[in-house]
């Protein structure tokens, strides 16, 4: 599998919204979905071949692989890249993460230390607390004060932690009589857009995506296909009236190397020293097997899942197996579960229809899993945090993170 890695500079307001059912305002999104940049790519490769009217799936060639075939490519979402470090300057950072829903920080001055009270996880905590029958409320390590979840995208740079976030604003609109082509009266409309600088410097805003693609002769072509064209490309809505102007980057394609077993290694030692510090609640508790393995399967973009035709939004042991191909006799142990739900809709434009209402995992769930075979799931789980899980990963949906290493930073270690 190659990796394509995507800079996406924005040039002008970009309205990426997301209409819920029900309502009438459109909300922009804090990031680019995968789904807006595989449409934007597809339709430029379509317009330039003229293909609009015909049957896409009779076209055949690398169209026919990238988009529709059985192991199309798969565009991620692009989140924020831009942090502002010393003396005022801009980095642009490619490993981007999601804190996950475990995540606390203060109520009062929420965010990363040095500035903040700092933020940490809970996961780890919760699990012992719950097995040794202890209620665990925690307070914030530095002022004592209450604190609250704490959700959003950052990075690590020489390191310091850094949240990355965007801002928006509102463009006021006036309809259009088709027929006399002026101003109608009374018709005034608003568009939430992604801002396309910093507000303070000026400086662009990036967002970092990637692009993984089976084929690494395919993975040139498309590389060079969106370099000559870095140019040309328009994304979200609203584009005829000046919005979505981005000039996109494609790197090199890579090899994906995961380290998934040296994480959840990690994941485990921490997770049984931990398991130590609380058995002073309950001596007569027993001790964590040494046969089983724990490891977490983490969102890092929202999930349409589903089980027996239902929608769901938590990964069951059978679900995962299913998603890794295992059989069913593999062990697998299910623990806990912190995930939210919400409904997502969109513009189909090839289609020129309206998406069907989807009921999603919010991105940051957290699902807490253990096998005592786990030779088993290393291949597995390693195919999955590329490939994803659940419906429509092509377009983003579903990626995963296995032992996040933010779980491993814990009350006292806030930062």
């Given amino acids: 599998m190659k990796q394509i890695e995507l800079q996406i500079k924005a040039l002008s307001p970009l309205a990426i919204s997301r209409q819920k059912p029900g309502g009438s305002v459109s909300e922009a999104m804090d990031y680019i979905p995968g789904s807006v940049i595989r449409g934007a790519i597809a339709s430029k490769i379509l317009q330039e071949s003229g293909h609009y009217s015909s049957d896409l799936s009779q076209n055949g060639g690398e169209f026919q692989a990238l988009f529709l075939g059985e192991e199309s490519a798969i565009f991620r979402n692009a ?15 490619n490993d981007i993460r ?5 995540a606390l920080s203060s109520k009062n001055k929420s965010g990363f230390k040095p500035e903040k009270n700092g933020i940490f996880d809970t996961l780890i905590d919760r699990f012992c607390a719950e097995n040794y029958g202890y209620p665990y409320d ?3 390590p530095t002022d004592g004060g209450r604190v609250d979840p704490f959700s959003g995208f950052y990075s ?7 949240i990355h976030s ?9 309809g259009i009589n088709r027929r006399r082509a002026t101003a109608e009266d009374q018709i005034l409309y608003s568009i939430e857009a992604l801002n396309e600088s910093k507000e303070k410097r000026g400086n662009p805003i990036v967002y970092s995506g990637s692009i993984l693609v089976p084929d690494s002769q395919l993975a040139s072509s498309l590389k060079q296909f969106i370099e000559q064209r870095r140019h040309n490309f328009r994304i979200g809505g609203s584009t005829s009236r000046g919005l979505g102007k981005v000039e996109i980057t494609a ?3 890579i090899d994906v190397k995961l380290d998934i077993e040296a994480r959840i290694q990690k994941f485990n030692q921490k997770l049984r020293k931990r398991w130590q510090t609380w058995k002073i609640f309950n001596n007569a508790k027993a001790e964590l097997s040494d046969e089983q393995t724990y490891f977490t399967v983490g969102l890092q973009s ?11 939004t938590v990964i069951s042991p059978e679900m995962l197996k299913e998603f890794a191909e295992l059989d069913n006799s593999i062990c697998l142990d299910f623990h806990t579960a912190y995930s939210s739900y919400d409904y997502l809709s969109g513009w189909n434009s090839a289609w020129g229809l309206m998406k069907d209402v989807e009921l999603i995992t919010n991105k940051g769930a957290v699902y807490l899993f253990s096998t005592n075979q786990l030779d088993s799931w290393l291949k597995p789980l390693e195919e999955l945090a590329m490939r994803g899980v659940g419906d429509r990963t092509c377009e983003g949906f579903g990626q995963i993170r296995i032992c996040d290493e933010f779980h491993l930073i814990l009350r006292e270690e806030a930062v």
Wanted: charged share 25%; with cysteine; aromatic share 10%.
């Fill in 156 to 162: 690590i740079f020489n390191e310091d932690y850094y």
């Fill in 138 to 140: 925690p307070n914030c």
């Fill in 79 to 93: 989140y924020p890249a831009s942090i502002e470090i010393e003396n005022g300057k801009t980095d642009i950072q």
């Fill in 98 to 102: 999601l804190l996950p829903a475990t």
């Fill in 251 to 253: 790197k090199q394609p």
């Fill in 166 to 174: 965007i801002s928006k604003r509102l463009l006021t609109r006036v």
């Fill in 302 to 312: 929202d999930a349409i899942l589903t089980e027996q035709w239902r929608r769901t």
